[in-house]
């Protein structure tokens, strides 16, 4: 009988291949906006016909992300991302081929098609690989790669599910601070006991945000 192997702490190798394939996904999705004027002046694309090139994206993406979730579920969050991130390297690929603003409109489209999926099964990975505190952080840590300029963080709603305490959300609002995010920390919306409004002058009188 063979023992068998575990690695230990996987779900944090996990998470780094989580941020890999994000770095991937947003890499990816912004190589046309570097070349626009070289693929431009080489296929002679007038500027409204990458305008649908560029439009063809945002529409396959915002139709799938609403349906993308759906799907992770059914699917299961490997064959998920085995079916999202073969989809996009797929649609990268087909770019090469491209040699009318059809064909690019058509390839764009496949690519925001399978690029959609990548946020939500993101977070259903870490939902599924952390407890609820070391969750909370992973999620609140993913706020880095999103397209935000600001960011709130704290409890708003219930104080019976605060996985974490003041001092927890003023660190993680230095680290996505330091990493360019605006940062705004918010309480409870409803105070009832002492301990809530210690929390909150805590928070009021932290020093930074």
């Known amino acids: 009988m063979t023992d068998r192997f575990t690695l230990r702490g996987l779900r944090w190798y996990i998470a780094g291949l989580l941020c890999l394939a994000s770095g991937l996904n947003y890499l990816d999705r912004q190589t046309l906006s570097v070349l626009a004027q070289t693929i431009q002046d080489e296929l002679h694309l007038t500027t409204v ?5 560029t439009s063809a994206f945002l529409v396959s993406y915002t139709i799938m992300y609403a349906v993308s979730g759906r799907l992770i579920d059914f ?6 991302f085995l079916l999202f991130v073969s989809g996009w390297s797929v649609a990268n690929i087909l770019h090469m081929f491209a040699r009318t603003a059809l064909q690019f409109s058509f390839f764009r489209f ?6 959609s999926g990548n946020f939500p099964a993101g977070v259903k990975v870490v939902t599924e690989w952390f407890p609820m505190r070391e969750r909370a952080l992973a999620f609140c840590r993913e706020a880095v790669r999103w397209p935000l300029d600001i960011i709130y963080l704290g409890e708003t709603v219930c104080s019976k599910r605060r996985e974490l305490g003041t001092g927890d959300w003023i660190a993680l609002a230095q ?6 995010k605006q940062i705004v920390l918010s309480s409870l919306a409803l105070i009832e006991a002492e301990s809530e409004l210690g929390a909150l002058k805590r928070q009021v009188e932290n020093g930074d945000f």
Do not use: F, V, W
């Open 110 to 115: 496949l690519l925001g098609a399978t690029e």
């Open 75 to 80: 699917l299961g969050t490997r064959r998920s």
């Open 175 to 180: 680290e996505l601070a330091d990493s360019g």
């Open 49 to 53: 016909q990458y305008s649908h090139i």
